[in-house]
């Protein structure tokens, strides 16, 4: 745990108790501060009043003596409109920040100098996130991941020098933590997500770009167009600053696996080369041919990321084998290109954190011929996206909410079955491609969110395996 020591004294409200609200409440109160907190949820109200935390109605509370509202990552602060916890603090002019600025603050007051890493983007964030972890850990070093994947921030070790946090953020998080400034901060991609919650794609991606702006060092995905640009700003900022003698020049990478760049990082003969700026020289990083776990070119993307940050933190020179050494033996993850079981010449890969189709596109992108089970709650514009690819699928399998969106839009161009559950999606894709010659794959990548028939993409994927293994007795 990290106390939040820097709130000693004081009273915060806090809205949402689930288990990254938990860890904030307790570490609030390690900290020395008063929490009273809520959720709309009752049953949520009552493990937290069991485990000792002050629960109130925040409607029926004095605001004039509360410091700041600590926010849940999954309440709306801004659209499609703002919760009502957060628009009686803004009347109160109460701040309102998230356990990732807690976090910052009391870094900044204990251990300013404790290496950072922020990871974001639309799609390969938890992977990356996983990935640097990893070589980090590979080469001996104390490391802390969580954040948006596994572990909530608070619950995390506290910074302290030689300590290096590894955080997935989302944009939900950056936008309660006005403070962030990584050590190296990562911005993957961006791809339209989350209009729901943000209004448009400018004001998801203006969130997106604070994590470069503020960070020391930045690395930024180029070979999407709202990215580049995204780089393009950084560079002009840092340039305008050092032209002032305000701060160094050279802070800002670009990363790219679809073109050959001056300076950054991109691929050349299957491997990852970072250019320094202004130094002139290239470093050879590693590669990820061959590497099961990492294949396909969005994970080469995010192997770039990981081992460019490992370089800019001290992994080079005479510890350069260790990034490939650590490339080698990373695990995956689970739900994301998943290897779940094989039936003779059946392959069968859990990809159900693809939430989106930009997400399916990777996963369909590493495979020339697959059995494609999809479908839950769309995302806006569906799977037209898609469309490229469509020759690939040798027939679709729909499940949820979406499957007659689907259906129509694959009509004419894919083989397509309505199946409604998963399970009898499973079952149908399993016969046809046992039935078919050769290797098969059978490719779970729903592209949509699973609220319709799943709590969470991770249980959606826990049932898929589960199926696949039922299915091998």
Known sequence: MTPVTHCAGRTLALFGLGGSGLATADALRAGGARVIAWDDAEAARARAAAAGQEVADLRGIDWGGVASLVLTPGVPLTHPEPHWSAKLARAAGVEIVGDVELFCRERAKIAPDAPLVAITGTNGKSTTTALTAHLFRSAGRDVQMGGNIGTAVLALEPPA????HVLEVSSYQIDLAP??????????NLSLDHIDRHGTFENYAAVKERLIARSDWSLTGVDDPASAAVFERAVEREMRLHARGHGPAGRHYPVSVRQDLPTGVSLSAGHMVLMRPYEGSERILGGTDGIATLRGL???QNACFAAACADLLGLRGADAHVIQSGLNSFGGLPHRMEEVGRIGDVVFINDSKAT????AEKALLCFPRVHWILG???KAG???ALAPLFDRVARAYLIGEAADAFASTLRGRVLSRRCGTLERAVAAAAEDARQASGNQTVLFSPACASFDQFRNFEARGDAFRALVQKSKI
């Open 161 to 164: 020098p030689g300590r290096i």
């Open 179 to 188: 403070s962030l400034a990584p050590t190296v901060g990562m911005l993957l």
């Open 298 to 300: 969005h994970n080469a």
């Open 356 to 359: 989106n189709a930009d997400s």
């Open 376 to 378: 839950g709650v769309p």
């Open 382 to 384: 569906g799977i037209e």
